[in-house]
Structures are given as C-alpha cells and as structure tokens.
C-alpha cells in the first residue's frame, strides 16, 4: 500500500505574488464597530495587549513570534521578514478575531422558503482562494486543517490546547476548525479593489 503525501500550503511568498492577495495584506482592516447612535468603538477582540502576532518559522524549521499593538507595526515587520534568506514561512494573524478571505460584497435576490417573497440581502462574495486549500479565518490565509503531532510549535507554545474532541487544526495557527464561527457575519470584512 503508498503513502498518500499532503501538498503544504502555500508559502506567503507565493501568496503575495497574487495581487488581490497582497492588496488584502496591505489594507490594514477597519477594526472599528458601529453600536448605533453615534458609538463607534475599536472591536473587542482587539483590545487589551497585542493582539496581532507574527509566526515566523526559519529555513531550520525554528518558529519564532512577535506581538504587536497595531496590524500596521505588525506589517511592517511582516514584509520585513518576506525579504530575508532564512525566513521560510511568516504570518501576520489577529489572535482574537476572525477574517474572511478577500472579496466584497454583492447584493443578491433570495426566495424566502417560508413566505415566497423575494427579499434582497448582502452577500460576501470570495474572489481569492487556493485550490485544495480551505481559508483559516485566524490566521488569514489558505491553509489545511487536519490532526497536527504532538510536536507541532502550537502545543509547545500553548500546552493547554492540545484535545481529541476534534482533533482538525489549521497546520498553519492551529486553532480548531470547530472554533471558527461557520456564519461569514461574524468574520471581519477586509475591502480591497477587486
């Protein structure tokens, strides 16, 4: 019997050649929630300390992460790491919210099952993915999900996550696939140029 061998996603390096990939990196996303009447506020999931984080994983197969306050400070950094030798991997991932994937939103007709009407609404429409490759709306780009060894960095860095009740993690961040909300409503919204 062979062996079945996964593709690894793709470097960020092969992301950022595809410009509506890079567009989506360098357009830092408007964290701010209107609450209505004139309340207008920074996301929750972005407050409190650093919540963006870099992963860098070097030609030697080191990880190595940085924190930032800003997605600004933490770009600049990120494109840093783009142009060095010994960087193999880098990514710039939000460590409390979630993302949707490049793409904008379109209005679409619906057939309300219930009442027949036909109602109007919003839709996020995706217009980069990856063949093979699902998005992880954690650390915003395309990856895999699947069981990870126990060796993997994010159990060394977080012991605590490690649990065989869905066992599928993103090979990339590791959050769960269970985790991420399946609702696009719930994800924050990067517009960019189509």
């Known amino acids: 019997m062979g062996t079945i ?6 470097t960020m390096r ?10 989506y990196m360098a357009t830092p996303p408007n964290t701010r929630v209107d609450y209505g009447r004139g309340r207008v506020r920074e996301h929750p999931g972005l407050t409190g300390s650093a919540p963006w984080q870099l992963v860098v994983r070097t030609d030697t197969g080191a ?4 924190r930032f306050d800003t997605y600004t400070a933490g770009y600049d950094r ?4 783009l142009d060095r030798d010994d960087v193999a991997d880098v990514t710039l991932m939000a460590r409390r919210m979630f993302f949707a994937p490049p793409g904008h939103w379109v209005t679409r007709k619906f057939r309300e099952a219930s009442t027949g ?10 217009y980069f993915s990856w063949p093979g490759f699902d998005w992880c709306t954690r650390c915003r780009r395309p990856s895999r999900f699947m ?12 012991p605590v996550m490690r649990t065989d009740e ?23 919204i990067v517009e960019t140029e189509s």
């Open 78 to 81: 990120f494109r840093s790491m």
């Open 14 to 23: 092969e992301l950022m050649d595809e410009p509506a990939f890079a567009a």
């Open 63 to 66: 990880i190595r992460t940085a």
């Open 117 to 126: 009407r036909v109602v109007l609404r919003d839709i996020w429409v995706d």
């Open 147 to 158: 069981e990870l060894p126990p060796n993997h960095y994010v159990f060394r860095l977080n």
């Open 5 to 10: 061998t996964l593709a690894p996603p793709p």
């Open 166 to 188: 869905d066992p599928f993690r993103c090979i990339t961040c590791g959050i769960r696939f269970a985790a991420i909300p399946p609702n696009p409503d719930l994800w924050m």
